[in-house]
Nanobody
Framework: VQLQAFGGGLVQAGGFLRLSCIVS????????LGWYRQAPGKQRELVAT??????TNYADSAKGRFTISRNGKNTVFLQMNSLKPEDTANYYC????????????????????WGKGTLVTVSS
């Protein structure tokens, strides 16, 4: 299973970006898909997650500005509006509780999967 994130870039404060993440492989079930971020010199922190039943969870800093959504079990999005300079960070795609096909067998994994970050830079 691999996760690949897209959509980072440079944007002015008040602008918007849409991040996408593709989870490779044939995914039958998942517990959570989501996004974390890590700013320079800071710890990685939750941005938003979504469950297979579409329950969402947001960091306080993301509420009202960011929206997480998904398309099936393989793609998750993060719409980020009203961006602020403090949103500048590497954004990491995340998946947990996957049930997927591997070499003809069904695998239920307790691992946490991470994609490589996509850099979001918000200028003031």
């Amino acid at each position: 299973v691999q996760l690949q994130a897209f959509g980072g870039g440079l944007v002015q404060a008040g602008g918007f970006l849409r991040l996408s993440c593709i989870v490779s492989g044939k995914i039958f079930r998942f517990n959570r898909l989501g996004w974390y971020r890590q700013a320079p010199g800071k710890q990685r922190e939750l941005v938003a997650t979504i469950t297979e039943s579409d329950n969402t969870n947001y960091a306080d800093s993301a509420k009202g500005r960011f929206t997480i959504s998904r398309n099936g079990k393989n793609t998750v999005f993060l719409q980020m509006n009203s961006l602020k300079p403090e949103d500048t960070a590497n954004y990491y795609c995340y998946a947990a509780g996957l049930v997927y096909e591997q070499y003809g067998s069904v695998v239920a994994s307790g691992e946490h999967y991470w994609g490589k970050g996509t850099l979001v830079t918000v200028s003031s």
